[in-house]
């Protein structure tokens, strides 16, 4: 490895072990024996369906226009299910991801999530995207939560202009991503994350994505978004580069 790869993995690494520090916390500060207990899942989900339309503030070659987003999403709490397309000109993108995290002491959560992804530029190339992440989620009181993980990417490609020499390219990279969330008033949410790879992109190179976001409940079931994105290239290997801005709205509702 070097010595780039080598300074980027010990800060993933620091990174995870201060949320853990973080996260133990309401641990030590539980001291009846009924609290501490392990829900593996709840049985009453909440399902929504989410539109967003995204609007390149900073367009990149990926995405040069603006693009319509449809999610429909289940949540057990402990088991969290969502798929999603984009669809814009020339392309289409369609992401399916589950996160299974028993809950621990009513407050922690660990366990494992697991996301594919399927990209068709046409006329281009077409994208297959496999990607396993240890997680673990915590809540710190009633305002502040966050959510980490860090896993491995596996990207399967097909060239249109190659196919009939080299049919598929696979390659191997790394994902990390940090969410953290402030819930205000019941009714708003501030967070903001950093994630090598978005829903809806997976590029290989380390270019990081920072998003800062605001929700709002308008009505019981409605709730109302907008956030924004920045996409860097090659942050940690050579200059810092901006190479995309994207600001997004968002419509969700409760089924």
Avoid at 189 to 199: A, C, E, H, P, R
Wanted: charged content about 20%; hydrophobic content about 45%.
């Amino acid at each position: 490895m070097n010595r780039p790869g080598i300074r980027l993995f010990c800060l993933f690494f620091i990174t995870s072990i201060f949320s853990i520090s973080l996260s133990a916390k309401p641990f030590y500060e539980r001291n009846t024996d009924e609290e501490e207990s392990v829900k593996w899942f709840t049985m009453d989900p909440v399902i929504s369906a989410e539109w967003a339309l995204s609007l390149p503030a900073r367009r990149d070659l990926k995405t040069p226009m603006p693009a319509e987003e449809f999610t429909v999403a289940a949540d057990f709490r402990e088991l969290r299910l969502d798929t999603g397309i984009r669809y814009q000109a020339d392309q289409f993108d369609l992401t399916s991801r589950a996160i299974y995290m028993p809950t621990f002491f009513n407050s922690f959560q660990a366990g494992f999530g697991f996301n594919w992804h399927f990209n068709r530029y046409i006329h281009k190339f077409t994208e297959n995207d496999l990607m396993v992440t240890p997680r673990f989620r915590c809540h710190i009181g009633p305002v502040f939560s966050f959510e980490n993980a860090a896993g491995f990417l596996f990207k399967f490609t097909s060239i249109d202009a190659l196919r009939n020499y080299r049919p598929l390219l696979f390659n191997l990279s790394y994902h990390y991503e940090l969410l953290c969330n402030w819930h205000f008033l019941q009714t708003s949410d501030i967070w903001f994350s950093i994630t090598l790879q978005d829903y809806f992109d997976y590029p290989m190179a380390i270019s990081p994505f920072l998003k800062l976001g605001y929700t709002l409940e308008a009505t019981p079931g409605i709730i109302l978004g907008i956030d924004c994105t920045f996409k860097f290239i090659d942050m940690f290997y050579s200059a810092v580069y901006l190479n995309e801005g994207i600001l997004r709205f968002s419509f969700k509702v409760a089924i």
